[in-house]
Antibody, heavy 118, light 109 residues
């Protein structure tokens, strides 16, 4: 069955860096655009970034532009999110999602918690 | 930037009753609208896409309607497992930017 497994979350100080990974299985990873979405109790669900199936296009939310980098390795069925210059307000659960709008498919991982605190 | 506004914030419903949830877009999103259900400790689950099409394995008691700026999710007869938070989502085709509503919590009356 479809599985997305995030890892790499943890506690980091403001200004620090983390790299999240999302290991995909059970579907053709290389055929899907991939998203990162984060969730906080206060701000709800917030879209973070997107990468096209072949990595030819990447888009970011204004709140993370210039600090976060999305990438993928289709040979390893893995999605990444490099997060630099982290801020307290980046604290959230981060989800990776495989999304296909015309087929009505949205596969979400279980999420990984990132806490930015001194 | 398109803003998605859901109402009400909380809906108290008895099991077996009908629940109607609303989502309004600040400008037209055509039919690029999805609904998700989220239970505590779980990731959101896709219920509806294209404003009115049920996702795979979603029970028929869930239905979506609307286009443009006004959308509705209806749960025809609430089951115990339906008490959760529901989010609407605008998914722009290109660039594929998403915007979520703030959620409606459906609780047991």
């Amino acid at each position: 069955q479809v599985q997305l497994l995030e890892s790499g979350g943890g506690v980091v100080q403001p200004g620090g860096s983390l790299r999240l990974s999302c290991a995909a299985s059970g579907f053709t990873f290389s055929g899907y655009g991939m998203h990162w979405v984060r969730q906080t109790p206060g701000k709800g669900l917030e879209w973070v970034a997107f990468i096209r199936y072949d990595a030819s296009n990447k888009f970011y939310a204004d709140s993370v532009q210039g600090r976060f980098t999305i990438s993928r390795d289709n040979s390893k069925n893995t999605l990444y999110l490099q997060m630099n210059s982290l801020r307290v307000e980046d604290t959230a659960v981060y989800y990776c999602i495989a999304f296909h709008d015309t087929r009505g498919e949205a596969y979400w991982g279980q999420g990984t918690l990132v806490t930015v605190s001194s | 930037e398109i803003v998605m506004t859901q109402s009400p914030a909380t809906l108290s419903v008895s099991p077996g009753e009908r629940a109607t949830l609303s989502c309004r877009a600040s400008q037209s999103v055509s039919s690029n609208l999805a609904w998700y259900q989220q239970k505590p400790g779980q990731a959101p689950r896709l219920l509806i896409y294209g404003a009115s099409t049920r996702a795979t394995d979603i029970p028929a008691r869930f239905s979506g309607s609307g286009s443009g700026t006004e959308f509705t999710l209806t749960i025809s007869s609430l089951q115990s497992e339906d008490f959760a938070i529901y989010y609407c989502q605008y998914y722009k085709k290109w660039p594929p930017v998403w915007t979520f509503g703030q959620g409606t919590k459906v609780e047991i009356k």
